[in-house]
C-alpha cells in the first residue's frame, strides 16, 4: 500500500493529514482562517515528524488543486511541490470538488439514483459547482454558474440533487425544487482526501511537480466573468 501526505487549503479551513495502507494515522484541523500562511507550515511540520519519529516512508504528496480560493490554492500548491522536491515524491492532485462528496458517501443516506452538486462559494449568487453521480462520474463539467431557478433545473427534473459545500445554502432559496436536498456542514478536509489520492496514485495518475498549477489559476480564470476573478 502507500503513505500519502494531504494538504487541503481551498477554503477557509487548512488541514493536513498522513494515511497509511488507506487508514488516516495523523490530522489537524484550523477552522479559524483564512490563515493558510501562518498555519500550514507548523502542521505539515508536525505531520512530517510524526512520520519520521514512527519511521514511516513518504510515497506522495496528495494536494487540493481547486477550485477555491486563489491564495488558498497557491499555498498549498507551493508547499506539496517544495515538500516533492525536497523528499522526492510523488505529487497527486485532487479535486476540491470531488472531495467534498466523500463525505457525503461515507456518512449521507443519498439515494442510489441522486446526484451529488458540491459547491464552492464565489461570492453573490456565484459558486464553482459540477455534477456527479454516486460513483463520482462527472455528470457535468465543472464550471462557475450564477445560480437561479433553472440552474440545475434539467437534472432536478429527472431525480434527487443533493447541494452542499460552503456555497451551497445561500443558493436553495434560489434553486427551491422538490427534488433539491441540502446538506449542511460538509467542509473539504485533508482527511477526506485518503480515498481519491490512492486511487489516482495506484493509476499512475501523477502531476509533473515543475510544471503543475492549481486548475483555478489554469483552467477557470480564462472562463469566468471578470466580476468573480
Known amino acids: 500500500m502507500s503513505c500519502i501526505l494531504h494538504i487541503e487549503t481551498s477554503t477557509e479551513v487548512c488541514s ?12 489537524q484541523e484550523d477552522h479559524s482562517g483564512p490563515n493558510h500562511a501562518e498555519r500550514l507550515g507548523s502542521m505539515v511540520d508536525e505531520a512530517l515528524s510524526f512520520t519520521d519519529n514512527h519511521a514511516i516512508p513518504f510515497d ?3 494536494v487540493s488543486c481547486g477550485p477555491g480560493s486563489y491564495t488558498g490554492l497557491r499555498i498549498g500548491v507551493s508547499m506539496a511541490k517544495g515538500i516533492c522536491y525536497g523528499r522526492n515524491l510523488k505529487l497527486i492532485a485532487v479535486p476540491t470538488l470531488e472531495l ?5 458517501l461515507l456518512r449521507e443516506m443519498v439515494e442510489e439514483n441522486a ?3 458540491p459547491m464552492i462559494d464565489a461570492r453573490r449568487m456565484e459558486v464553482y459547482a459540477g455534477i456527479y453521480d454516486r460513483a463520482l462520474h462527472e455528470v457535468r463539467p465543472v464550471g462557475a454558474d450564477i ?7 434539467q437534472w432536478l427534473d429527472e431525480r434527487p440533487v443533493f447541494f452542499f459545500g460552503n456555497g451551497a445554502a445561500k443558493c436553495m432559496e434560489a434553486i427551491s425544487h422538490p427534488n433539491a436536498h441540502l446538506i449542511e456542514g460538509i467542509k473539504p478536509l485533508a482527511k477526506w482526501m485518503q480515498p481519491l489520492a490512492e486511487r489516482r496514485l495506484l493509476n499512475g495518475q ?22 468573480l476573478i
Open 115 to 117: 446526484l451529488l452538486c
Open 100 to 104: 467534498i462528496c466523500v463525505p457525503v
Open 206 to 227: 501523477t502531476e509533473d511537480v515543475a510544471y503543475f498549477e492549481p486548475f483555478y489559476l489554469k483552467d477557470y480564470v480564462a472562463k469566468m466573468p471578470q466580476k
Open 60 to 62: 506522495a504528496v496528495a
Open 16 to 27: 493536513v493529514a498522513v494515511s497509511e495502507d488507506s487508514h488516516v494515522i495523523f490530522q
Open 147 to 153: 445560480v437561479d431557478t433553472n440552474t440545475y433545473k
